[in-house]
T-cell receptor, first 115, second 114 residues
Framework: AQSVAQPEDQVNVAEGNPLTVKCTYS??????LFWYVQYPNRGLQFLLK????DNLVKGSYGFEAEFNKSQTSFHLKKPSALVSDSALYFC?????????????WGAGTKLIIKP | DTGVSQDPRHKITKRGQNVTFRCDPI?????LYWYRQTLGQGPEFLTY????????KSRLLSDRFSAERPKGSFSTLEIQRTEQGDSAMYLC????????????FGQGTRLTVV
């Protein structure tokens, strides 16, 4: 079965410290991986994606993610967290389901950055 | 604002009533998606259009649900005979074609069935 797992419901980080939000996936064929962020009462905002090439991809707001094929992971990272980074983060993978490449979503990780 | 627009933002309805939501995608995008999101969960795929053609429907989309995109621009999602279990956030997204492209989401319509 094709799936995405975000093993942590919540991640707490002190402001200024590095942060990591974990994502692992299981798909057939090449994965196309995405991270989105959702602020309260707001829609999902695209952060970054991995399609092919360099395993480290850079995205919006200083975020980056590292694709690791052997560990089937795509963890989201930021070197120095800001209080404004507090939000809900979703990992998603595109897989060939019914030939229409639906996005399969993780359950989300709540990131709390404490001052 | 050239983003994805959804209307209304909030809808409270009595069980058994019909509701209709509208989505206006980014004008250059020919793909349009509807998702449902409940608290603490990621979005669940409902249906997908390429231009005016509805190419796929999830098993979640019972016969009480119908979606249209008559001219390949805006889309509507109708729920007939609403049930309390339909209470959720309904998200619309649009994108360019291609398996590599990211989707852009609207702010959603929050439906509460009482």
């Amino acid at each position: 079965a094709q799936s995405v797992a975000q093993p942590e419901d919540q991640v707490n980080v002190a402001e200024g410290n590095p942060l990591t939000v974990k994502c692992t996936y299981s798909v057939s064929g090449n994965p196309y991986l995405f991270w989105y962020v959702q602020y309260p009462n707001r829609g999902l905002q695209f952060l970054l994606k991995y399609i092919t090439g360099d395993n480290l991809v850079k995205g919006s707001y200083g975020f980056e993610a590292e694709f690791n094929k052997s560990q089937t992971s795509f963890h989201l990272k930021k070197p120095s967290a800001l209080v404004s980074d507090s939000a809900l983060y979703f990992c998603a993978v595109r897989a060939a389901l019914n030939s229409n490449y639906q996005l399969i979503w993780g359950a989300g990780t709540k990131l709390i950055i404490k001052p | 604002d050239t983003g994805v627009s959804q209307d209304p933002r909030h809808k409270i309805t009595k069980r058994g009533q019909n509701v209709t939501f509208r989505c206006d995608p980014i004008s250059e995008h020919n793909r349009l998606y509807w998702y449902r999101q409940t608290l603490g969960q990621g979005p669940e795929f409902l249906t997908y259009f390429q231009n005016e053609a509805q190419l796929e429907k999830s098993r979640l989309l019972s016969d009480r649900f119908s979606a249209e995109r008559p001219k390949g621009s805006f889309s509507t999602l109708e729920i007939q005979r609403t049930e309390q279990g339909d209470s959720a956030m309904y998200l619309c997204a649009s994108s360019f074609p291609g398996q590599y492209t990211e989707a852009f989401f609207g702010q959603g319509t929050r439906l509460t069935v009482v």
